[in-house]
């Protein structure tokens, strides 16, 4: 990677840095939501710079209230002016310098969803989650079922209930029903859960019928966030079959506001886990395709400050993003800019490393404590679920900020 410096002062350690600039929506005093780029505690108004001459891209795919149309003209031009904001950001006679209007601090800027997600995929990617929840609810010692390891098992989801991080969510109600029950009863979920996962941002549509392969896939993945599918494992268990996930997933999934481009991503690929039995010849692919990004979950709660309660790493999934892409669209299922695919819960190999409280609680047999003393095996209200991620590389830092949201009782 290339050693780049900026003029604009960005604090130690910032997810923002000079390698990153990812995209996101933001507004300020309640004016219109438009398209901007962070560095540091600062957002660069893409709109502002347009109307300079400063990039090539009319001030119109700014002014929208989501990146969709943005996005929408396609890799050649986005990342064109991903790389001209850089290099005014660094060049020493920069026009920008003179222009302080273009920039808004993060401080004083409300985020907003950065994409109109019209289809939700989640996937279920992680062999590590998959083998501890088949070793609960299934069988010790074949953990995994007997299609894990031949297809990136996934669902579609609801993408109306995606939620950029900061709301809050209020917890779900629904059937429910344990082993000592002969009927189910209805009431609020008891095992609220998070699931740490990384999403996929859609960037490149397909017709009906189209097939992406795992060569192609990269052109159509236009950036990365941190996804929180919040669970309420009570009424998913009584839900799931035969049809799985249902009203235990749809209440409220939370996603970060700043898209990470893949190709701020690019010197973060590392080689994926070894896939046994060989994948069908669809699902194969060549180089390193999937990212060595740090992640970690806070929890916190009315009387107790932030707890680390997990670190894990995308670099685990056995499923990457382009098999996961390349099987979604092998049926001919088309794409639409925007759509958003999500990893599944991103565990890693021992305790320390689990991505949800399923997990970390062993089903709710193993409380954890915070930093007050108090126990858990499960969300309470008034919770607050922090997720943080980056990806480090010879002292250069790319990272995705944070998402977070805090539970409510139910309304």
């Not at 189910?184 to 998070?194: A, C, E, R």
């Amino acid at each position: 990677m290339t050693t780049l410096k900026t003029w604009v002062t960005v604090p130690h350690n910032s997810d923002f840095s000079i390698y990153n600039l990812p995209f996101g929506i933001f507004s300020v005093n309640g004016d219109a939501p438009k398209a901007g780029i962070a560095i540091g505690e600062l957002i660069v108004d893409l709109e502002a710079i347009s109307e300079l001459g400063l990039i090539s891209v009319d001030a119109s795919y700014f002014k929208q209230k989501t990146l969709n149309e943005f996005i929408s003209l396609g890799k050649k031009i986005t990342n064109k002016v991903r790389l001209d904001v850089q290099r005014l950001l660094t060049i020493e006679n920069s026009p920008l310098k003179n222009h302080s209007e273009v920039f808004v601090s993060q401080k004083d800027a409300k985020m907003h969803l950065p994409v109109h997600v019209g289809d939700y995929t989640d996937f279920y990617s992680s062999i590590e989650h998959a083998t501890n929840v088949g070793k609960m609810f299934r069988d010790p010692e074949n953990a995994l079922l007997s299609n894990w390891r031949h297809i990136p098992v996934g669902y579609h989801g609801r993408a109306s209930s995606i939620v950029v991080s900061g709301t809050d969510i209020h917890r779900p109600m629904g059937q429910v029903k344990t082993n000592d029950m002969e009927v189910p009863v209805f009431k609020t979920s008891g095992n609220l859960d998070f699931e740490l996962e990384m999403g996929f941002v859609v960037g490149k549509s397909t017709e009906l019928g189209e097939r992406v392969s795992t060569k192609q896939a990269a052109e159509h993945i236009f950036g990365l966030v941190l996804f929180n599918d919040w669970s309420a494992r009570d009424i998913q268990k009584w839900e799931y079959v035969p049809l799985g996930p249902f009203l235990g997933k749809s209440f409220a999934s939370s996603m970060s506001p700043w898209i990470v481009t893949l190709e701020a991503l690019e010197p973060f690929k590392v080689q994926g886990p070894e896939q046994q039995p060989e994948v069908l010849s669809y699902l194969k692919y060549e180089g390193e395709h999937n990212y060595d990004i740090q992640l970690e979950v806070g929890m916190s709660s009315e009387s107790s400050s932030e707890t680390t309660i997990s670190r894990s790493n995308f670099k685990y999934m056995y499923w990457n993003m382009m098999q996961q892409l390349a099987h979604h669209t092998v049926n001919g299922c088309n794409l639409n800019v925007g759509d958003v695919m999500a990893s599944g819960t991103i565990s890693g190999k021992d305790e320390s490393s689990y991505g949800s409280l399923l997990e970390i609680s062993w089903g709710g047999k193993k409380p954890f404590e915070l930093k007050d003393g108090s126990k858990r095996t499960f969300i309470e209200d008034n919770d607050t679920v922090t997720m943080r991620g980056f990806a480090e590389k010879d002292g250069k830092r790319v990272g995705f900020g944070q998402v977070t949201g805090t539970i409510l009782p139910s309304k």
